[in-house]
């Protein structure tokens, strides 16, 4: 027997449960339906997310924002270019609170997890229960490997980088002081730049950090499968002993990183008249972790089509394409941009030979002397 709901959510990841939060506390009813996730993609034990205030905002608003020491707040933040280039942001120089805050992954889905348990107007379904479900909209929340997106036909044109990201846990000999932490290295060719970023977690006054290093694709394999003393040792170095020795806390995780974009976002499901999906989160886009900016990103996915459904017509349906087609507009042009802008930044620090070195360099000192265009800069990272 088919079970009618307002909107159904396929993907219960942080954007799929928050989305079906939102969505609740606005009254409709909705199907939260689990899917598989690939392998390449699950790294729970060592994902930590940089959120900025719009991201705190809304979770705080389905009271999800976690607390204790699964948040860390950032602030300070200091990128190091290859050759003596340095930009440091600091949260009481720009005035606000944090410049973002680094969340704990798995402490995040368990609390919405748990929410979405005590919700009475959200229904959790298994993937092979997905036939009973009906609803004049679905939103697909499945990740940047979305096997519906790619069953409704939707084109997603991925640009793949050489580099893939590394991700683990580290405990140093030094304090984070809540520091996140930045290099860039220029190899010599293109395709050996890396990019480590190590991000506090664990509290004020904790010794871990998060490490993200992005890296050509063989040397990131050799990375997670070197010796753990060997390592330590080359995270060290990598950080130019910025936090002291550093210790392996945490597995390491490997996976292929791509800027990514949907075709469209919305339109009407195939063979199913009277309902139309929108695309949220990784399944729309996907973009270089360098801006930490993910899954910002897909949480702004959440918070728009949520107004946008909020102040819809009463007559209008949900599945209107004109009224879904606000939301497509809303976001499109934020994620462009986004993507834009990491990916020159990757390509920047992918150059090398003459002038490359000089001229990036040059412009992170110059930028580290602007304080009104910094200002502009962290407003628009944190809305």
């Known amino acids: ?29 909705v199907a939260l339906v689990q899917t598989a996730i690939a392998t390449s993609e699950a790294h729970s034990d060592v994902r930590a997310y940089s959120l900025n205030a719009a991201a705190r905002e ?11 020491l699964a948040i860390t707040p950032i602030l300070n933040m200091q990128v190091c270019g290859d050759d003596g280039g340095t930009l440091n942001f600091r949260a009481n120089e720009q005035g606000v609170e944090a410049l973002n805050w680094m969340v704990d992954v798995p402490a995040l889905e368990h609390q919405l997890a748990e929410a979405v348990k005590f919700q009475p107007l959200i229904e959790v379904f298994a993937h092979d229960a997905l036939a009973t479900v009906q609803a004049p909209l679905t939103v697909i929340c499945e990740g940047r490997a979305s096997r519906t997106r790619a069953e409704l036909g939707v084109p997603f044109d991925i640009k793949a980088y050489t580099q893939h990201a590394l991700a683990t846990r580290v405990r140093c000999d030094l304090p984070h002081q809540q520091t ?3 290099w860039f290295e220029a190899g010599v060719t293109p395709d050996q730049a890396a990019i480590l970023a190590c991000l506090p977690i664990g509290g004020a006054d904790s010794h871990e950090v998060a490490v993200v290093w992005s890296a050509p694709a063989g040397r990131a394999a050799q990375l997670k499968d070197m010796p753990e003393a060997e390592f330590e040792d080359a995270i060290a170095q990598a950080a130019h002993q910025a936090l002291g020795a550093m210790q392996l806390t945490g597995p390491r995780a490997v996976w292929p990183l791509q800027l990514a974009r949907a075709g469209r976002w919305i339109g009407p499901m195939p063979g199913h008249a009277g309902r139309s999906f929108a695309l949220a989160g990784d399944a729309a886009h996907a973009l270089h972790p360098l801006a930490g900016q993910g899954l910002n990103l897909g949480l702004a996915d959440v918070a728009a089509l949520a107004k946008v459904l ?9 599945n209107d394409l004109k009224l879904l087609r ?18 020159q ?11 490359w070195p000089t001229l990036r360099n040059w412009g992170l000192n110059a930028f580290d002397q602007l304080s009104p265009l910094k200002r502009w800069a962290t407003a628009q990272a944190m809305r």
């Not at 809304?58 to 204790?68: N, Q, V």
């Not at 606000?326 to 990916?343: F, I, K, N, S």
Request: with cysteine; proline share 4%.
């Open 1 to 29: 027997m088919a079970l009618d709901f307002d909107i159904c959510i396929r993907g219960c990841g942080i954007v799929g449960r928050s989305l079906a939060l939102l969505l609740a506390k606005q009254r409709w009813r």
């Open 58 to 68: 809304l979770l705080t608003s389905i009271r999800c924002w976690p607390e204790g």
């Open 180 to 182: 996140a932490r930045q």
């Open 310 to 318: 909020e102040a819809k017509e009463f007559w209008r349906p949900l």
């Open 326 to 343: 606000r939301y497509e507009r809303a976001r499109q042009a934020d994620v462009h941009a986004m993507g834009w802008v990491t990916d």
């Open 345 to 355: 930044l990757q390509s920047l620090f992918a150059q090398n030979g003459t002038p």
